[in-house]
């Protein structure tokens, strides 16, 4: 008999332990990203969890103290995400999110802005009187070349050497803009697109389309005329490249600034509005972070 209970007993604790190395748990069954990825957390008995989206690549994270999480980038369609710890396996859902837009078009014209900066103020501001009234000399051209052809011809080479002159200045502006550019193409995932001492931008590209664009700024820069500066027009660009007004948002921004100079030990995000774009603000000890999504 004293056998047979000793016997039980490895049973009882050999069973115990094997479904102790299989706890799995989240804390949520559906997740909606937030800023650009959804956040899986859960506890794991296992030393490592494994996880795969939607049948792709298995990817797998370290299990601290219990405890796991892993990031799911935010896409335009649900998502779902196997999880496994030993033997233990478990199924959740990342809600899908709209997207900004494509991301090559809002490349295309964020860098063109971007160049913009770079040209000098006479040049920039004779650009823009340009672009305004390009239909209306585009008539006047074509109504003088009926009365006095001389004089159109005289015109048009007159505006071919003009605009000759600009595409140079527009390739010098480009030379010196090159960091602060944004890749014409990208891989999808979540990485940064341009890395300066001034600003990160990162974004979540998915299937080309821009799912989300976070600006991260080191809070030293901040208490520099030039740091300043250089995030005030990133941020201002990137903003009008979403079509958000960005007067109304950085006026708001300006307010969150102050409120988290009061606690600089703050983390806690705070949501701005603005044409259908959310910006998220967000500090940590020594950078600030802006997350623009739909």
Same mark, same amino acid.
């Given at each position: 008999?004293?056998?047979?209970?000793?016997?039980?007993?490895?049973?009882?604790?050999?069973?115990?332990?094997?479904?102790?190395?299989?706890?799995?748990?989240?804390?949520k069954n559906s997740y909606r990203p937030t800023a650009l990825t959804a956040v899986v957390k859960?506890?794991?008995?296992?030393?490592?969890?494994?996880?795969?989206?939607?049948?792709?690549?298995?990817?797998?994270?370290?299990?601290?103290?219990?405890?796991?999480?892993?990031?799911?980038?935010?896409?335009?369609?649900?998502?779902?995400?196997?999880?496994?710890?030993?033997?233990a396996k478990k199924t959740i859902t990342v809600k899908k999110v709209k997207a900004l837009g494509?991301?090559?078009?809002?490349?295309?014209?964020?860098?063109?802005?971007?160049?913009?900066?770079?040209?000098?103020?006479?040049?920039?501001?004779?650009?823009?009187? @340009?672009?305004?009234? !390009?239909? /209306?000399?585009? &008539?006047? #051209?074509? %109504?003088?070349?009926? +009365?006095?052809?001389?004089? =159109?011809?005289? @015109?048009?080479?007159? !505006?071919? /050497?003009?605009? &000759?002159? #600009?595409? %140079?200045?527009?390739? +010098?502006?480009?030379?010196? =803009?090159?960091?602060?550019?944004?890749?014409?193409?990208?891989?999808?995932?979540?990485?940064?697109?341009?890395?300066?001492?001034?600003?990160?931008?990162?974004?979540?590209?998915?299937?080309?389309?821009?799912?989300?664009?976070?600006?991260?700024?080191?809070?030293?820069?901040?208490?520099?005329?030039?740091?300043?500066?250089?995030?005030?027009?990133?941020?201002?660009?990137?903003?009008?490249?979403?079509?958000?007004?960005?007067?109304?948002?950085?006026?708001?921004?300006?307010?969150?600034?102050?409120?988290?100079?009061k606690n600089s030990s703050s983390t806690t995000t705070k949501t701005i509005e603005s044409n259908?774009?959310?910006?998220?603000?967000?500090?940590?000890?020594?950078?600030?972070?802006?997350?623009?999504?739909?």
């Amino acid at each position: 008999m004293k056998k047979f209970l000793l016997g039980a007993l490895g049973l009882l604790a050999l069973t115990l332990a094997g479904c102790s190395n299989n706890q799995l748990t989240t804390k949520k069954n559906s997740y909606r990203p937030t800023a650009l990825t959804a956040v899986v957390k859960g506890n794991a008995s296992a030393k490592r969890v494994s996880y795969q989206i939607d049948n792709g690549k298995k990817q797998s994270v370290k299990v601290k103290g219990g405890a796991y999480f892993f990031q799911v980038p935010a896409a335009t369609k649900d998502q779902t995400v196997k999880i496994t710890a030993g033997s233990a396996k478990k199924t959740i859902t990342v809600k899908k999110v709209k997207a900004l837009g494509n991301y090559k078009t809002l490349a295309a014209k964020y860098n063109q802005m971007v160049i913009g900066t770079y040209l000098p103020a006479k040049v920039q501001k004779q650009l823009q009187t @340009a672009q305004k009234t !390009q239909a /209306a000399t585009k &008539k006047k #051209l074509t %109504a003088l070349a009926k +009365t006095d052809p001389v004089a =159109a011809a005289a @015109a048009i080479q007159q !505006q071919q /050497a003009a605009a &000759k002159q #600009l595409q %140079a200045q527009m390739a +010098t502006a480009k030379k010196k =803009a090159k960091d602060s550019l944004l890749p014409t193409t990208t891989k999808d995932g979540v990485k940064n697109l341009t890395d300066t001492k001034y600003t990160t931008v990162r974004a979540n590209v998915q299937d080309g389309k821009l799912m989300g664009i976070a600006m991260i700024t080191p809070t030293k820069q901040m208490k520099t005329k030039t740091g300043q500066k250089k995030f005030g027009t990133t941020f201002a660009l990137l903003g009008t490249t979403l079509k958000a007004k960005p007067k109304y948002v950085i006026n708001k921004f300006e307010k969150v600034l102050k409120d988290a100079k009061k606690n600089s030990s703050s983390t806690t995000t705070k949501t701005i509005e603005s044409n259908g774009i959310r910006f998220n603000t967000g500090f940590s000890t020594d950078h600030l972070y802006i997350y623009m999504t739909k």
